[in-house]
């Protein structure tokens, strides 16, 4: 079994060209599932799974108290393990074939005020280059909504500064150009002609960020700067490294940007995805009307 699911992921990130993140995501539903099959149903292979195996195993994960939204995340990577199962003729049939995913409430995004978003942004005060550097990694995920993982992924070669605007690679290996703005151009510039070189300690690579180390910096690393600075700014709010990505597609839609630019530049293969955005600045502007109408 755990072949097969070997097999599968390595399909989904070379062939399907998968982020990481997303291959390691679909490794952990499946490990537990085929576990499950094992060690609970007592079956020696996938070709022996049935319809109702799968059942027992999601009724298994609720009685954990496991959240829909993983329960129907782990449905969605059965299904693709099965599929792909059938299609390289592995089984002879899917049992997950039937299996519906529960629709799941989408919880709207948290996201920062323009005053909190200046406040975070000044955060890192002095000209050490940790600030300086940190300036530079908060006014380029603000000015151009990329995930933490596509910033700490960034090279040099995908800095056009003169031009202002960034290459990023994102999920699927799709690129995407996105400009960067004025802010976020005079602090890309700062931290690489200042700050840069003194952090790399005479090691040579192309990664934009680096860490004390001189080495590329991690998401942990990065998660655990945004935390300090979130204090030093006052921030209350719960904060995740996508909080920035958030503010940037809210601010952009509740002043006037076109849905479908702001979803070419987040990088969103639907639509619909990108749309949940304009649910929240509704619910900010509900929150504006009952603030300031005097009959509200």
């Known amino acids: 079994m755990h072949t097969h699911v070997e097999e599968f992921l390595h399909y989904i990130r070379v062939e399907r060209g998968l982020a990481e993140n997303t291959v390691q995501s679909y490794r952990r539903d499946l490990l537990q599932y085929v576990h499950y099959i094992q060690q609970v149903e007592g079956l020696p292979t996938l070709q ?16 954990q108290g496991r959240a829909e939204t993983t329960i129907a995340r782990t449905i969605a990577s059965i299904r693709a393990l099965h599929q792909f199962l059938l299609r390289e003729r592995i089984v002879e049939h899917d049992p997950s074939v039937h299996l519906e995913i529960p629709k799941t409430v989408k919880r709207l ?18 000209e050490d280059v940790f600030a300086i550097r940190n300036r530079a990694m908060l006014e380029t995920l603000y000015a151009t909504g990329i995930r933490v993982s596509e910033l700490i992924g960034l090279t040099l070669a995908d800095t056009h500064l003169t031009m202002g605007f960034i290459r990023c690679v994102g999920k699927g290996n799709k690129e995407r150009i996105i400009p ?7 602090a890309l510039q700062h931290y690489i002609e200042s700050a840069r070189g003194k952090m790399l300690k005479k ?57 479908r630019a702001v979803q070419e530049m987040l990088g969103h293969a639907d639509i619909s995805t990108t749309q949940i955005y304009t649910h929240v600045s509704k619910a900010r502007l509900k929150d504006v009307y009952a603030l300031y109408h005097p009959r509200a």
């Open 180 to 186: 960067l703005g004025t802010a976020a151009t005079k």
């Open 203 to 259: 090691q040579q690579h192309e990664v934009l960020f680096v860490n004390h180390h001189g080495k590329p910096l991690s998401r942990q690393g990065f998660w655990k700067i945004l935390k300090q600075l979130a204090i030093k700014a006052n921030i209350e709010k719960e904060l995740t490294p996508h909080t920035l990505r958030h503010s940037f597609a809210t601010h952009l839609l509740e002043n006037g940007a076109d849905l």
């Open 109 to 126: 995004p948290k996201v920062l005020s323009l005053e909190e978003v200046e406040a975070l942004l000044e955060a890192p005060k002095g």
């Open 48 to 63: 022996k799974v049935n319809r109702q195996d799968i059942v027992q195993f999601l009724y298994f994960l609720k009685q």
